[in-house]
Nanobody, 114 residues
């Protein structure tokens, strides 16, 4: 069972990125899923989630800028990020809600320069 996040990179403030989370050994549509972010020197925080019925929720600071979605056929979770800010910098991980310790992968680094 594995979740592999990708799509991060270095971007200027105001830029966009799309993160992907490819799943193997787990069916994403059977689970509530989320993106989590760990900023430098901080705890890992929930930032966006998609639950059964495709309802979504977001951390207030990313509302209106980030969109979580999933492609059930591809068994992949996405996070579209617009108008990125330096405070969005961190390692982004995908996991279930609630998270499973065995599903924390390497994450993908997002760095937003001012």
């Amino acid at each position: 069972v594995q979740l592999q996040a990708s799509g991060g990179g270095l971007v200027q403030a105001g830029g966009s990125l799309r993160l992907s989370c490819a799943a193997s050994g787990i069916i994403l549509s059977d689970n509530s899923m989320a993106w989590y972010r760990q900023a430098p020197g901080k705890h890992r925080d929930y930032i966006a989630g998609i639950i059964t019925g495709e309802r979504t929720s977001y951390l207030d600071s990313v509302k209106g800028r980030f969109t979580i979605s999933r492609d059930n056929a591809a068994n992949t979770l996405y996070l579209q990020m617009y108008n990125l800010k330096p405070e969005d910098t961190g390692v982004y991980y995908c996991n279930t809600i609630p998270f499973r310790r065995d599903l924390w992968g390497q994450g993908t680094q997002v760095t937003v320069s001012s």
